[in-house]
């Protein structure tokens, strides 16, 4: 492994080689040419999902364009938040200021569409000339009467972790704002779900065969309203911690409510999903409920894998996502399919996660955190890889190197989820894995015409 800078050494490691633990939670290496986005995109692929809110980028059109239907999250009802609306700043603005600009198309905009509450993010720029975002929207929200919510997500100040906890901290003045809401016996709240493909309903349908309410749900198919109650619920569930954890802290000091992380991919954390939300609320009926709902979803999902896994057995995949906790999922759904995981990184990933994966991990297993194009290439020939599970930054890269490649970020369209995710995500594997295309292209790892 020779293609990776002298900095970053400490962040790389191989199972079974190396017995000091992973270096994490550092700022990008300058010169990497990280995957990591910046803090604006990280607040906005949070707060984005919230249907029914006016989501509005002061700065440059390309901020606005980057980021317009950023996520595959789909809503059940408004689609305001599928729309990009941006001041637009120019050279003049730069020079003379954008608060006036930023001042009417906000009026424009709440006039015309109505909205339930306002985002309003700050980009690079803004934390260049000093426009005074937040005095701009206290005025708006005394003239128009909904809340209009500065999101200080200057994107050069920090990373995409960083950009997270602005967002939580933006939902945070929503929650505990409606206390007439009388919640039902069992509730919860989802943090950190994105309703990718639908993946929240179903979710809540296994939710509803237990007899528990979800309050809220943050922020996929997200209204303020219930954002504004979510202060309510008895738990929250916590899907991805590393986008949202910050907002399960504060409300578990500001209102008690404890948290628990989970995660919805694959068969084994899905059940354990259900088993520990019935644990919580100690109620017999409800846990015979979450029994009966495995056994009979495991019951018809093995038998329908088995075919997949007779083809993928043996077959070796390299991960690289957003948040370690995923990535942990995915080496345990992977096993089930017979698959061997040698590569695996995270852009966010903490110390903890970084335990669970090496503990989970086969030996020899590649481990890495916040890695680059350069770098995940070389693992990827140094290992043999048959597929690449990643974002749309990663495609690229498995599609350069003659391989299979997964989509398992927040851009795609195909429902990963609970047990009807785990029968997409053995179908997309496979096709991928196993298309003929791979005939006609030489392996990663191998130059043309080598055996």
């Not at 999250?73 to 609306?85: K, V």
């Not at 920090?158 to 039902?184: E, F, H, R």
């Not at 008690?256 to 919805?264: A, E, G, L, Q, T």
């Not at 894998?305 to 992977?334: C, D, H, M, N, T």
Request: hydrophobic share 40%; charged share 25%; glycine share 8%.
């Amino acid at each position: 492994m020779s293609n990776y800078l002298k900095d970053r050494e400490s962040q790389i490691l191989t199972k079974g080689n190396d017995a000091a633990e992973i270096s994490c939670d550092k700022k990008s290496l300058a010169g990497s040419v990280s995957q990591r986005a910046c803090v604006f995109c990280g607040s906005r692929v949070v707060l984005y999902p919230i249907a029914d809110a006016l989501h509005v980028i002061h700065g440059p059109v390309g901020c606005a364009s980057y980021t317009w239907d950023i996520r595959g999250s789909l809503s059940s009802g408004p689609q305001l938040h599928r729309l990009s609306f941006t001041t637009d700043l120019k050279e003049r603005d730069v020079v003379f200021g954008g608060e006036k600009k930023l001042y009417h198309a906000l009026i424009e905009l709440i006039d015309k569409h109505q909205p339930k509450a306002a985002f309003v993010f700050s980009t690079c720029i803004i934390g260049v000339i000093g426009d005074d975002v937040e005095a701009v929207c206290r005025q708006v929200t005394k003239e128009k009467g909904i809340d209009v919510i500065p999101v200080m997500s200057e994107g050069f100040n920090g990373t995409k972790k960083d950009g997270y906890k602005i967002a939580c901290g933006a939902l945070s003045k929503l929650v505990g704002t409606n206390n007439d809401y009388t919640p039902s016996k069992y509730s919860i709240n989802i943090l950190g779900d994105f309703n990718l493909a639908g993946e929240l309903w179903i979710l809540a349908e296994y939710y509803k065969k237990l007899g528990v309410e979800i309050i809220s749900c943050m922020t996929g198919d997200g209204r303020v309203e219930q954002i504004r109650r979510a202060h309510k619920a008895s738990l929250n569930v916590v899907q991805c911690s590393g986008s949202i954890m910050h907002l399960a802290k504060e409300m578990k000091e500001k209102y008690d409510i404890p948290f628990m992380k989970v995660s919805y991919f694959g068969i084994e954390d899905m059940s354990e999903a259900l088993y520990e939300v019935a644990k919580f609320f100690k109620d017999d009926e409800m846990m015979a409920k979450a029994r009966e709902l495995v056994t009979n979803e495991i019951s018809k999902l093995l038998p329908a894998l088995q075919p997949y896994r007779q083809k993928l057995e043996g077959k070796k995949a390299a991960i690289y996502v957003g948040g370690a906790f995923k990535a942990i999922s995915l080496v345990k759904a992977l096993r089930l399919l017979g698959m061997k995981t040698v590569v695996v990184g995270s852009q966010t990933g903490n110390a903890e996660d970084y335990k669970l994966l090496k503990d989970l991990c086969d030996e020899g297993t590649i481990i890495v955190d916040d890695s680059n194009p350069n770098e995940l290439s070389e693992f990827v020939k140094l290992t043999g890889a048959n597929l690449f599970i990643g974002g749309v930054k990663e495609r690229p890269i498995a599609h350069k190197l003659g391989l299979g490649f997964c989509d398992h970020n927040h851009e795609r369209k195909e429902a990963l989820a609970g047990y009807v995710g785990m029968m997409n995500f053995a179908k997309e594997v496979y096709a991928s894995v196993t298309s003929p295309v791979w005939k006609f292209i030489a392996p990663p790892n191998l130059p043309v015409g080598e055996e």
